[in-house]
């Protein structure tokens, strides 16, 4: 993290988004049903996911930042990925239900009424919080390289353009004689928050399934390994996201003369270089293959050597 201020931040923003997305879940749930505004209910389901995201924020980067034991060597990392799947799951079973809802409504042939003008005075203040919420968590999204903060990001960002969204149509609904808007942004919504779910749901996958690192990534390791003293070729580069770290395995061509000790020295010169540059780098593997070595000698006689041996070294940030 840059700043020490960073450190307060990122152990705070699962409790400061709680107490924000819970105030907001029952102001425009509880105006809504009042103002009878079927959008601000639908925009309550987004702090209501808000709320939930917030709690797994909590417990995920707790577990996930517990020390490395003998029955986690990689760590606890994707214990982040495993609750914003469940996150995501939820989340598409209650927006479903919530289309359904306002399509019926919609489509049904009960009499459309504008909703109260104080709906639209929360969905203002919905505006204002969320959009501070967004700049907050994904400034803390980036100094940590969250996953689960950064989807919380992601929502508060949604939610910003939800509100946006309630405001014009209850507007339209006042000022354009369309009662019907309101319920037909709801139904955009549910929409939105239908391909919201199904985003996360993606992102958790691959995460489980040890995705590898952004290509942008692999190619600055393979690039800042390459000009290590002694590496003459990066043989393999195999990247995976373990939670909020990257996990670097590393085959290394060496020439065949290099002793032991060398290769300790040119592994540890790879690790410290890539903890310097990558940031939340993670364990580091290193292992190497020797490199053909041609001998000219004075007498115009060539001799080859080829010789292959693993010796492996860990390190990490």
């Known amino acids: 993290?840059?700043?020490?201020?960073?450190?307060?931040?990122?152990?705070?923003?699962?409790?400061?988004?709680?107490?924000?997305?819970?105030?907001?879940?029952?102001?425009?749930?509880?105006?809504?049903?009042?103002?009878?505004s079927q959008a601000l209910v639908a925009d309550a389901m987004y702090s209501a996911k808000d709320v939930v995201s917030s709690v797994l924020v909590i417990v995920g980067l707790k577990v996930s930042n517990r020390?490395?034991?003998?029955?986690?060597?990689?760590?606890?990392?994707?214990?982040?990925?495993?609750?914003?799947?469940?996150?995501?799951?939820?989340?598409?079973a209650v927006t479903a239900f919530l289309f359904v809802h306002a399509v019926q409504v919609l489509m049904g042939d009960g009499e459309h009424k504008a909703p109260h003008l104080i709906a639209l005075w929360v969905a203002l203040?919905?505006?204002?919080?969320?959009?501070?919420?967004?700049?907050?968590?994904?400034?803390?999204?980036?100094?940590?390289?969250?996953p689960m903060v950064r989807t919380l990001s992601k929502h508060h960002y949604a939610d910003a353009?939800?509100?946006?969204?309630?405001?014009v149509g209850i507007i339209g609904a006042h000022y354009l004689n369309m009662p019907w808007i309101d319920t037909l942004v709801a139904v955009f919504e549910t929409l939105h928050l239908m391909y919201l779910g199904s985003e996360v749901f993606r992102e958790s996958y691959k995460g489980l399934m040890d995705s590898s690192a952004p290509d942008e990534v692999r190619d600055k390791i393979h690039?800042?390994?390459?000009?290590?003293?002694?590496?003459?070729?990066?043989?393999?580069?195999?990247?995976?996201l373990v939670g909020q770290e990257v996990c670097v395995d590393l085959l290394i061509q060496v020439d065949a003369?290099?002793?032991?000790?060398?290769?300790?020295?040119?592994?540890?010169?790879?690790?410290?270089?890539?903890t310097a540059r990558i940031p939340h780098l993670g364990s580091v593997q290193v292992k190497f293959t020797a490199h053909e070595v041609t001998r000219h000698h004075?007498?115009?006689?060539?001799?080859?050597?080829?010789r292959d041996r693993g010796l492996p070294s860990e390190g990490g940030a």
């Open 67 to 92: 020390p490395l034991d003998r029955e986690h060597p990689y760590g606890h990392g994707k214990i982040e990925f495993i609750l914003s799947m469940i996150i995501s799951i939820v989340f598409l």
């Open 223 to 240: 690039t800042l390994v390459r000009r290590v003293d002694g590496v003459k070729e990066v043989d393999e580069l195999r990247t995976r």
């Open 298 to 306: 004075s007498d115009g006689s060539i001799d080859e050597t080829s």
């Open 161 to 167: 353009t939800s509100s946006i969204a309630v405001a």
């Open 125 to 146: 203040i919905s505006i204002l919080v969320n959009v501070f919420m967004y700049f907050y968590t994904r400034c803390v999204s980036i100094e940590i390289n969250s």
């Open 1 to 36: 993290m840059r700043y020490s201020k960073c450190v307060r931040c990122a152990g705070m923003v699962g409790w400061i988004g709680l107490v924000v997305n819970l105030t907001l879940l029952i102001l425009k749930g509880f105006v809504g049903v009042i103002a009878g």
């Open 257 to 274: 003369e290099e002793t032991v000790e060398s290769a300790d020295l040119i592994s540890e010169r790879i690790v410290e270089r890539l």
